[in-house]
């Protein structure tokens, strides 16, 4: 278990190190900050004294050394646009976007689950396929698309008139088909509660869930597919195995086979595919924040990216990096806490 | 492969007649009308110059004063545009054509990049096994450890922001292959070495070695057709991934700039509008993107199933 611990520190040490270089080579590369900090009429002589004094014209080495020291430190420099440390912009933005994130996930567990186990037991029904042919579907939508479309539906709000409105039935199959439209589209509402520190929370105020319906319906939709789709493999698969059969022949309630028996064996591959995919969510939050305008890591990111903002770019790349090699860590670690069949000093298989 | 066709080509036809693929075919409904939708999309849109109303890349035929108009079956619509106009007064046929045609060809164009990143990497780290094999795929490891559409979105505002907007702009389709080939091809890679580690000890390859060829002709002549089936299964999901980046990259405003839009900065651009009531700017392209990618992706599960290879999972 040490050895394996080690090996997983190892590795993420390696991720960190190479994430750092490449970010210090984009800020490295981007740019002039001497250019951005003088006017056009300071000589040329007196830019060099000040690159001289920063240290720009020391070796890539020594300046990279240099950086990763104070990245370690937590001082990551300037934002150019909001004029505060770069790490304090991210952290004042990172609540919002770990609450969408809270939230998404909270849907994709409670409905991947049951769907997915139903599916797998009942792999014929009705219901089973409408399920399936949806979650295709669900995948081929981008999530940005499917985020419009709430918002057309659900903020907007559609008027059908496809039936003839002189018939009763065809007025009230009308009125059933359209949308009022009246939720909030943008933002995170006028209604948050202070937590502590940066964390201002939606979850506890009716107008706080209202903005949140939308963003964390988007960004669930997408990976929700995958997962129905995952749950009802790996539970088609175990249902087919012999210890089923024989817990089946011992005549334990089908209800206890299915729902304690093979549901762990199940979640066994959804831990590692979820853990990774929680990683992803963050790049789907850049698209899902951007729609929403929700005022989170992601659509910062792309402020910044827009402002030219460097340091606020590498910042970003630096936090998103430790937040995957984190996930994926951890990940393995659970795995192999579970899976007692895994061998601990080498690769999971 | 198609060099030698001429001489062998009605034989490969009966095989294709005779074998299971073609029976699964033409048994399964869904199967011939994705192919069919597929088919008549790529058609239309690379037949785009010659369908189109108008020809939405030329300034001249753009009249400002006609925009926002609604598609045929509203009130309020002009003959002359069927689907409508966008913001700019584009007819929107046209310029879903034409923007259908851009998608299409990064779609190809990266998942080419990918493919052959991918199985030459592939080959390499499952043939050659030892430090090549653990180099590559731990940069394969590392790299899918973060989502290819973050490596894309980082690699794409990167070299946006080094290169700057007018330059990016200029380049974007082969940018936007390059970046997306660039983020995917560990894919293939895991996909073909996983086939490779199956078929190195055979007989056949075995055979090969013993009459002295070289690797790289093992490598490529033999043992490569042999991975063949797990390659265009992924080829299908991974050609309606490609699209689906692109139109994110462009939705973000890394991608195809609205002088050359593509599905995804069209649905973008027509984002602006939506809360004005003209929804039909940005839905329609969304749909004929969800049309596209939807029968991509159905084609990619029957192909699945049907030749059900070893794929890599997890």
Redesign the interface.
């Known amino acids: 278990m040490i050895a394996f611990l080690i090996k997983r520190l190892m590795h993420a040490i390696l ?1 960190m190190f ?1 994430i750092s270089v490449l970010a210090f080579a ?1 800020q490295d ?2 740019g002039d900050p001497v250019q951005q900090m003088v006017g056009q009429s300071v000589p040329e002589s007196e830019r060099e004294a000040i690159r001289e004094r920063l240290g720009l014209n020391d070796p890539f080495l020594v300046q990279y050394v240099r950086f990763a020291k104070n990245a370690v430190q937590g001082d990551f420099g300037y934002s150019y646009f909001y004029r505060e440390p770069a790490l304090e912009v991210i952290a004042r933005h990172l609540p919002a976007t770990l609450e969408l994130v809270f939230a998404a996930t909270l849907i994709i567990v409670l409905l991947s689950v049951p769907i997915g186990v139903y599916s797998a037991i009942k792999p014929r029904s009705p219901i089973s396929r409408f399920f399936m042919g949806a979650s ?2 669900g ?7 499917t985020a ?2 709430l ?2 539906i659900f903020s ?1 709000g559609i008027t059908v008139s496809l039936f003839p409105e002189g018939t009763a039935w065809g007025a009230w199959l009308n009125g059933l088909l359209s949308t009022e439209g009246n939720m909030p589209s943008f933002g995170r509402g006028y209604d948050l509660v202070h937590v502590v520190g940066h964390w201002d929370t939606n979850l506890v105020t009716w107008n706080g869930l209202q903005h949140l319906v939308l963003p964390a319906v988007s960004l669930a939709s997408i990976m929700l597919p995958l997962f129905i789709r995952l749950i009802r493999a790996e539970m088609m698969e175990v249902l087919q195995s012999e210890y089923v059969k024989y817990a089946r022949a011992k005549g334990i309630s089908m209800r206890r086979v299915y729902f304690v028996h093979a549901l762990k064996n199940t979640m066994l ?1 959804v831990i ?2 979820g853990g ?1 995919q929680i ?2 969510m ?3 939050t ?2 899902t924040e ?2 929403f305008q929700w005022p989170g890591m992601g659509l910062m ?2 402020d910044a ?2 402002h ?1 903002d ?1 340091p606020l ?1 590498v910042t970003y ?1 630096m936090i ?2 430790v937040i ?2 984190v996930t ?1 860590t951890i990940v393995d670690l659970i795995y192999g806490f579970v899976n007692p069949t895994v061998k601990l000093t080498g690769k999971p298989a | 492969m198609t060099t030698s066709t001429t001489s062998t080509a009605p034989s490969r036809w009966e095989r294709l007649r005779d074998s299971f693929l073609w029976y699964s075919f033409k048994r399964d409904r869904t199967a011939q009308l994705c192919l069919a939708v597929f088919i008549c999309l790529v058609i239309a849109a690379f037949s785009a110059p010659l369908l189109a109303p108008t020809d939405p890349y030329d300034l001249a035929q753009i009249d400002i004063l006609a925009s926002e108009l609604p598609p045929f079956w509203i009130d309020g619509a002009d003959e002359m545009y069927t689907l409508g106009t966008d913001a700019q007064g584009r007819d929107l046929l046209s310029i879903i054509l034409y923007g259908t045609r851009v998608s299409l060809l990064i779609g190809f164009g990266a998942v080419a990049l990918q493919a052959l990143l991918g199985v030459t990497f592939g080959l390499m780290a499952g043939y050659l096994g030892g430090r090549v094999d653990a180099f590559l795929m731990r940069l394969a490891d ?1 790299q899918l ?3 290819t ?2 490596v894309a ?2 690699v794409g ?2 070299v ?3 290169m700057g907007s007018a330059f990016y702009s200029q380049y974007a389709v082969l940018m936007l292959i390059l970046i997306i080939g660039l983020a995917e091809w560990p894919q293939y890679a895991r996909t073909v070495r996983a086939s490779v580690l199956a078929e190195k000890n055979k007989e056949y390859v075995d055979a090969a070695r013993v009459m002295g060829l070289r690797s790289r002709r093992i490598m490529f002549r033999h043992v490569l057709p042999n991975t063949l089936s797990p390659i265009f299964v992924i080829s299908t999901v991974q050609i ?1 991934n490609a699209i ?1 980046s692109e ?2 990259l462009s ?4 991608g195809m700039p609205e002088t050359h839009p593509s599905l995804g900065s069209l ?1 973008k651009a027509g ?1 602006d509008y ?2 004005s ?1 003209s ?1 039909w700017i ?2 329609i392209p ?1 749909a004929v ?2 049309v596209l ?2 029968s991509i ?2 084609l990619g ?1 029957w192909l699945r199933d049907v030749m059900n290879p070893r794929l890599y ?2």
């Open positions: 991720v190479v984009i590369n981007l295709i579907i995948i081929s939508i981008p999530v940005f698309l419009i479309v918002i057309q907007i591959p590692t595919v990774v990683g992803t963050v790049a789907y850049i698209l951007t729609v990111f792309l990216i827009n030219a460097i770019i790349l998103v990096g995957f090699v994926n | 590392i450890s973060f989502s559409l973050m979105i980082v505002a990167v946006k922001a080094t309606a689906i139109a994110a939705f973000l405003g890394l649905i984002f939506i809360q009531g929804w940005t839905l969304g993107l969800v990618v939807l992706n159905l599960d999972k997890g």
